[in-house]
């Protein structure tokens, strides 16, 4: 199971922290990503930790304003998003898939979270 948290409205330029809780996965095997998806768009990876080595890999659009991480506690992946902008709205849904890292950056991923809102509007 994957569980989202920390989504809202936030005002251009200012920061949010999402939090998905993961449930039945053995992090050490599985990829975890963050995808999105705006009205009437394709849904569009944001970023991906690895399994073994957490390497990271992010979306052009975003590198340099978000971080995925591993959270304190175990089994959470965080996904820490600043200098946010008007296009960062979008439902975000956190996923996971063994074979994560290949699939990425497409939503080919087998397990996924119910999602949570972003907007980012003054």
């Known amino acids: 199971q994957l569980v989202e948290s920390g989504g809202g409205l936030v005002q251009p330029g200012g920061s949010l922290r999402l939090s998905c809780a993961t449930s039945?996965?053995?992090?050490?095997?599985?990829?975890i990503a963050w995808f999105r998806q705006a009205p009437g768009k394709e849904r569009e990876g944001v970023a991906l930790?690895?399994?073994?080595?957490?390497?990271?890999y992010y979306a052009d659009s975003v590198k340099g304003r978000f971080t995925i991480s591993r959270g304190d506690a175990k089994n959470t992946i965080l996904l820490q998003m600043n200098n946010l902008e008007p296009e960062d709205t979008a439902v975000y849904y956190c996923?996971?898939?063994?074979?994560?890292?290949?699939?990425?950056?497409?939503?080919?991923?087998?397990?996924w979270g119910q999602g949570t809102q972003v907007t980012v509007s003054s």
């Open positions: 930790i690895s399994s073994s080595d957490d390497d990271t």
């Open positions: 996923a996971a898939d063994v074979l994560g890292e290949t699939a990425w950056p497409t939503a080919d991923f087998d397990f």
């Open positions: 039945g996965f053995d992090l050490d095997y599985y990829a």
